[in-house]
């Protein structure tokens, strides 16, 4: 699971980077969200022994469609205030 998350933050970051843009993960998006989410039910699914090639489709499906809910529905995790 921290592999997924470390994978999404730091791969988020070259991308930024390259293009010249703000960084994602400073904003309120869910994005590393998505990533823990993939990562947490593919560790659970090979743990129930489901087989891997069903596990990593049924997790990446799931990170996907949270994420792309998310941009859908606009929806945001809270932000730091100060």
Do not use: H, Q
């Amino acid at each position: 699971m921290m592999m997924g998350g470390i994978t999404a933050c730091v791969g988020g970051i070259i991308r930024d980077v390259l293009a010249g843009e703000p960084s994602i993960l400073l904003k309120p998006e869910i994005y590393v969200t998505a990533a823990a989410l993939a990562s947490g039910l593919f560790g659970l699914l090979i743990y129930l022994n489901i087989e891997v090639l069903p596990a990593a489709g049924i997790s990446a499906l799931a990170g996907f469609a949270l994420r792309a809910m998310a941009i859908w529905k606009g929806w945001a995790i809270p932000a730091y205030r100060g």
